[in-house]
């Protein structure tokens, strides 16, 4: 268990940093009654970002948009250097008194940290979809994640085990104990603004460790009302607020949390070229990383298939979160002879989820906008590098006028598996549509890329099934 003290490593992903300017305006859309929800969350105008068992923020000010409309959600004032380094101390000297309370009574936070979400799932999904831009229902369901992995992290709490080792010596027996590693810096990412820092941190406190989070710059928001609901569990029961120590900011404070010694375990998820970073700097210093970086994922499907529930199963695979999802699909490996029959229900497909593109805060909407500027940059400049490189649209490839940073889901036919676009990960409703001839090449093809991280397979043959595993084990 990497928040024991005992072994390292497993993966994880970055944001992209996108700088916002501040403004006094009142034509915040946490002013709107349409918006009332933010307000349920003590949500104001501008937000303080910092939080150690105080909140209190010395930093610039930056304002958070919503990617569906393009408007000004609310303000936050970030932490600098002296906060980020108050609520290391804060949190270390809080950890003495969390790491002494008995595991299954951590659990017991944790489990009133479950029913405070529980309380708020509504309205915090809601701020998901508004800020992030997923929908509604994936919106509330991440909120959910963090509800049911403090159930699991409870039951953990009561099972942590060790073993006892026969010893060479007479009368001598040796016992192994885990003990918590101390303080866990937790730097998280603009698709999952709350699951993410859910995971690592209900599992982080029955450990006994305590936590600093570093949310993303454009989900601050998020951050912000996420820590108010964690801070009233802890003072009701009188835990010091810094065992859940928050610090909003740039860059430059997640790069103090990478190189700062006094952070046993850094969990990062990000792209893979930072996730590279983190991991090298962190090991400089003989910290632990946790890391959950880069997939450029792909499905195949074998002529035997269901091909009716292949072109259900694609769509969100390839569209959900508009692409936004380190599990995403990104590359749609089809044998030859059913290329054209998928390829066609796929194109149908896409045009009926277009239909019910919108705000995500509908219930009605299956298909929501890119979070950021910049992530629109990165499609358009993605499409052009495919169709230079013989790429065909099949479906999409445009932005979409209108407000808000809208593109339209895209299917590109037409290049090699080995392409450098169709191996770079791109982070955007994109998929390559890609023919093979034997299963061992589609094998091969799915594995031909450096990022990795999921993989499907659409099949009726059990051997089939087997045989893939084989190739995998081998």
């Known amino acids: 268990m990497h928040y024991l003290n005992y072994n390292p490593l497993k993966h994880l992903k970055l944001l992209n940093y996108v700088h916002f300017c501040h403004r006094k305006n009142s034509s915040f859309l946490i002013n709107d009654?349409?918006?009332?929800?933010?307000?349920?969350l003590g949500l104001n105008e501008e937000n303080v970002g910092v939080y150690d068992g105080k909140w209190d923020a010395n930093g610039n000010i930056t304002t958070s948009y919503c990617p569906a409309n393009g408007l000004p959600i609310a303000s936050?004032?970030?932490?600098?250097?002296?906060?980020?380094?108050?609520?290391?101390?804060?949190?270390?000297?809080?950890?003495?008194?969390?790491?002494?309370?008995?595991?299954?009574?951590?659990?017991?936070?944790?489990?009133?940290?479950?029913?405070?979400?529980?309380?708020?799932?509504?309205?915090?999904?809601?701020?998901?979809?508004?800020?992030?831009?997923?929908?509604?229902?994936?919106?509330?369901?991440?909120?959910?994640?963090?509800?049911?992995?403090?159930?699991?992290?409870?039951?953990?709490?009561?099972?942590?085990?060790g073993s006892i080792f026969p010893s060479e010596r007479p009368n001598h027996i040796m016992l192994e104990q885990w003990n918590p590693l101390g303080l866990v810096g937790i730097i998280s990412a603009f698709n999952f603004p709350v699951a993410v820092y859910g995971w690592n941190s209900a599992i982080s406190m029955v450990c006994g460790n305590?936590?600093?989070?570093?949310?993303?710059?454009?989900?601050?928001?998020?951050s912000v009302a996420t820590t108010k609901i964690l801070a009233s569990v802890l003072e009701k029961n009188d835990i010091p607020g810094a065992v859940l120590s928050l610090c909003t900011g740039d860059v430059d404070i997640g790069v103090k949390m990478v190189n700062d010694k006094r952070?046993?375990?850094?969990s990062f998820t990000g792209s893979s070229t930072v996730g590279q970073q983190v991991?090298?700097?962190?090991?400089?210093?003989?910290?632990?990383?946790?890391?959950?970086?880069?997939?450029?994922?792909?499905?195949?499907?074998?002529?035997?298939?269901?091909?009716?529930?292949?072109?259900?199963?694609?769509?969100?695979?390839?569209?959900?979160?508009?692409?936004?999802?380190?599990?995403?699909?990104?590359?749609?490996?089809?044998?030859?002879?059913?290329?054209?029959?998928?390829?066609?229900?796929?194109?149908?497909?896409?045009?009926?989820?277009?239909?019910?593109?919108?705000?995500?805060?509908?219930?009605?909407?299956?298909?929501?906008?890119?979070?950021?500027?910049?992530?629109?940059r990165n499609f358009k400049q993605t499409i052009s590098e495919a169709i230079e490189a013989g790429g065909q649209i099949e479906f999409g490839g445009k932005v979409l006028d209108r407000p808000g940073y809208f593109v339209e889901p895209?299917?590109?036919?037409?290049?090699?598996?080995?392409?450098?676009?169709?191996?770079?990960?791109?982070?955007?409703?994109?998929?390559?549509?890609?023919?093979?001839?034997?299963?061992?090449?589609?094998?091969?093809?799915?594995?031909?890329?450096?990022?990795?991280?999921?993989?499907?397979?659409?099949?009726?043959?059990?051997?089939?099934?087997?045989?893939?595993?084989?190739?995998?084990?081998?």
Request: glycine share 8%.
């Open 33 to 40: 009654k349409k918006y009332s929800f933010l307000k349920e």
């Open 76 to 161: 936050v004032r970030n932490g600098n250097n002296e906060d980020y380094d108050r609520c290391v101390s804060k949190a270390l000297e809080a950890w003495k008194i969390w790491s002494d309370i008995p595991a299954p009574k951590r659990g017991e936070i944790v489990r009133q940290i479950g029913s405070a979400f529980r309380q708020k799932l509504e309205p915090l999904g809601k701020l998901v979809s508004l800020e992030m831009g997923k929908i509604l229902g994936e919106g509330i369901g991440e909120v959910q994640e963090y509800i049911d992995i403090c159930d699991y992290a409870v039951g953990i709490s009561r099972m942590f085990n």
């Open 210 to 222: 305590v936590v600093i989070w570093k949310g993303a710059p454009t989900t601050s928001l998020i």
């Open 263 to 266: 952070v046993n375990l850094v």
């Open 279 to 376: 991991g090298v700097e962190v090991q400089k210093r003989f910290g632990r990383v946790l890391l959950e970086l880069g997939g450029n994922n792909a499905i195949i499907v074998t002529p035997d298939a269901n091909l009716e529930m292949v072109s259900q199963s694609v769509v969100f695979a390839c569209c959900g979160t508009a692409g936004q999802r380190c599990t995403t699909t990104r590359r749609l490996i089809l044998h030859k002879s059913i290329y054209n029959t998928v390829l066609v229900n796929l194109v149908k497909a896409y045009s009926n989820v277009l239909k019910r593109l919108g705000d995500p805060l509908d219930v009605t909407t299956l298909y929501g906008p890119m979070h950021s500027l910049t992530a629109v």
């Open 410 to 474: 895209t299917i590109i036919s037409g290049l090699k598996y080995d392409s450098p676009v169709v191996r770079r990960e791109t982070f955007a409703p994109i998929v390559y549509v890609l023919k093979y001839d034997t299963l061992e090449e589609a094998i091969a093809w799915n594995n031909s890329v450096d990022q990795g991280l999921s993989s499907s397979i659409f099949t009726n043959d059990v051997g089939t099934v087997f045989k893939v595993c084989m190739i995998y084990i081998l």
